[in-house]
Structure formats: structure tokens, C-alpha cells
């Protein structure tokens, strides 16, 4: 089973990123999606989470600005990141509960996302 994470790279302030994550291996389902970056020197947190159902959380830093969905069918989850800030600069990581049938964590390579002018 493995997460592989992409669409990481160089922007500008303002514009948009959008990151994928898909999930290949025998897996019997995905149960919650999510993503998490951690930024030089600093502990990775949490960026926003959608359950199997579509329920969603984000940090309050991202509300507003990005938009995190998930195709259950292709197994595919999805990062829309708009309006970028510098502070956003980060290596982002997914991770997904999988369910083989237990539920364990499992975490993707990390994608980096610089935002600068």
C-alpha cells in the first residue's frame, strides 16, 4: 500500500496550487483523508481532513482559502490551495485512514510547496 502525494512547487502570492493524493495497494476502503505540512523548524499540523462521508475540517489559517475533496472511486484526494501566502510555504504530506480490513494510518512521500515572489 502506498500514498503517493503531487503538485507541490514555486508560486507567487495569490495564485493557486493544486495537490493530489492517490492510493494504490489491496485496500478494503479509505476511511478519513487528510493533509498536513510542516514548514522549516517547525511540527507538522494539520491542514484540513475529510471523512469518508464528506464531512471537512479546516485550520483556521487555511478557511476560506483552501479546499480539500476526494474521489472515492479513483482513490484520489485532492488539496485546492487559492490565494496563497507566503506562510503557506511548507512540504505538504497526505495521509489516509485505510481500512485492510483493519484501519491504520498511512502517509504519502510529502510534496514541497514554496509560495514566493
Known amino acids: 500500500v502506498q500514498l503517493q502525494a503531487s503538485g507541490g512547487g514555486l508560486v507567487q502570492p495569490g495564485r493557486s496550487l493544486r495537490l493530489s493524493c492517490v492510493v494504490s495497494?489491496?485496500?478494503?476502503?479509505?476511511?478519513?483523508m487528510g493533509w498536513y505540512r510542516q514548514a522549516p523548524g517547525k511540527q507538522r499540523k494539520l491542514v484540513a481532513r475529510?471523512?469518508?462521508?464528506?464531512?471537512?475540517n479546516y485550520a483556521d489559517s487555511v478557511k476560506g482559502r483552501f479546499t480539500i475533496s476526494r474521489d472515492n472511486a479513483k482513490r484520489m484526494g485532492y488539496l485546492q490551495m487559492n490565494n496563497l501566502e507566503p506562510e503557506d510555504t511548507a512540504v505538504y504530506y497526505c495521509?489516509?485512514?485505510?481500512?485492510?480490513?483493519?484501519?491504520?494510518?498511512?502517509w504519502g512521500q510529502g510534496t514541497l510547496v514554496t509560495v514566493s515572489s
Open positions: 495497494g489491496t485496500i478494503f476502503g479509505i476511511n478519513v
Open positions: 475529510i471523512t469518508s462521508g464528506g464531512s471537512t
Open positions: 495521509k489516509a485512514v485505510l481500512m485492510r480490513p483493519t484501519c491504520n494510518d498511512y
